[in-house]
């Protein structure tokens, strides 16, 4: 396995250095394996493309083995080719391997508010994709716990990576891309409650998952099922986070009467949505650049607005 991954990344960026013009590609040279070798991914100082650096496992147990990769990773410092791909606001607490479905759990404890959507996309996939060279290990889940949430039973997400998960685009002009999952929320049939709606995305170092989140509510689901909530004619006109709130500023389009859902329908359709994402807890609309005192004219739209689970379709048990 280590050997076919070598060849993959090598043959992939040998094409890569082929195809794109001379300043869009890191071009030094890949350091060649020797056994019990993988390639520990880094990220380069430019944030377009990964790194790989030459880490010679240690451990007897793949546990072990992956302490030592975690221990590697947080501690190599960064130099004039690359940096760590470990944030500030991350830390590495601990692993399990499961011998049976040959899948490692990491664990992580973080704080959202000091790590941006690049940052955060670059160690999931450094991570991830070097823990995956090992033979016996078959898929990757990260767990992260936010620090800022006591509520222990939503403070900690897992996402799950396997050798599928990530398309090998990294070095051209787009940078890395991943497949993910989004959760969106349309309306049931009767239009009378939301539905949570799960999407798999290609999401890569430029994509801002704010802005993907609602272009995705905006091209309505391909399930049955679900109703659309925003009308295909509505237009971003910006969207931002900051300090965990979202800055959605959309166009007239929204506001229009003829969508003959109800006004909190769409927009908590929208929130709820956005709130999905762990970088989200709070979501402000804005029309061209300003707040709105009333949402279609009856709704007080103002305000910040927190998810609202109450208007959300319970599966039944």
């Excluded at 070798?37 to 546990?63: C, H, M, R, W």
Aim: with cysteine; glycine share 4%.
């Amino acid at each position: 396995m280590m050997k076919k991954l070598k060849w993959l990344f090598l043959m992939l960026m040998t094409l890569l250095l082929t195809a794109c013009s001379e300043e869009t590609v890191d071009t030094h040279e890949v350091p060649e394996l020797e056994a019990g070798q993988i390639y520990a991914f880094f990220v380069n100082t430019t944030k377009t493309d990964v790194y790989p650096v030459v880490y010679t496992l240690e451990g007897t147990t793949t546990s072990e083995t992956v302490q030592g990769i975690m221990q590697f990773m947080t501690n190599e410092g960064s130099t004039m080719d690359y940096q760590n791909p470990i944030p500030t606001g991350v830390t590495y607490l601990s692993n399990e391997y499961d011998d049976v479905q040959n899948s490692v759990r990491v664990s992580f404890s973080i704080v959202y508010d000091s790590i941006n959507a690049e940052s955060l996309m670059f160690f999931k996939t450094c991570v991830a994709w070097t823990v995956l060279q090992l033979e016996d290990v078959e898929t990757v889940s990260l767990a992260l716990t936010d620090l800022a949430n006591p509520d222990e039973e939503t403070a900690t997400t897992v996402e799950t990576f396997d050798r599928n998960s990530f398309t090998m685009n990294f070095g051209d002009r787009k940078g890395f891309k991943q497949t993910g999952t989004i959760v969106l929320y349309f309306a049931n049939e009767t239009g009378d409650k939301l539905k949570e709606y799960q999407q798999t995305v290609e999401i890569s170092n430029t994509t801002s998952l704010a802005r993907l989140v609602v272009e995705s509510l905006i091209e309505g689901p391909e399930e049955k099922g679900y109703m659309a909530t925003l009308s295909d004619e509505v237009k971003i006109n910006n969207i931002s986070v900051n300090d965990s709130i979202c800055y959605v500023d959309l166009s007239d389009a929204f506001y229009d009467t003829s969508n003959p859902l109800k006004n909190d329908i769409i927009v908590y359709s929208v929130v709820n949505s956005l709130v999905e994402l762990p970088t989200v807890s709070k979501v402000q609309f804005l029309k061209n650049g300003e707040k709105q005192m009333f949402f279609r004219e009856t709704m007080p739209f103002d305000a910040i607005f927190e998810r609202n689970l109450d208007i959300v379709e319970q599966e039944e048990e």
